[in-house]
């Protein structure tokens, strides 16, 4: 999918564009990523925004990367 990616301070951030999801089948969703460089690593969290009416519409989820 594509990522929209933006440097802000010491920040990166990603945006997708919206997807079918894989985690809630049949659903649209689109992500925001926050990324900071710790110890050679970039970490942050994720978090998912369902198309949806229902209350549990967003997912956050720890994100961590690293080089290979």
């Known amino acids: 999918m594509p ?9 990166l951030v990603a945006t997708s564009d919206v997807y079918s999801s894989v985690r809630r089948k049949g ?4 992500t925001v990523s926050t990324l900071r460089l ?3 690593a970039l970490v ?3 978090v998912a925004h369902y198309k949806t009416d229902k209350p549990d519409s967003v ?3 720890k994100t961590d990367g690293t080089k290979q």
């Open 3 to 11: 990522l929209h990616v933006v440097a802000a301070g010491d920040s």
């Open 44 to 46: 942050g969290q994720t």
């Open 27 to 30: 659903q649209k969703v689109f």
């Open 59 to 61: 997912l956050v989820l």
């Open 38 to 40: 710790q110890n050679g």
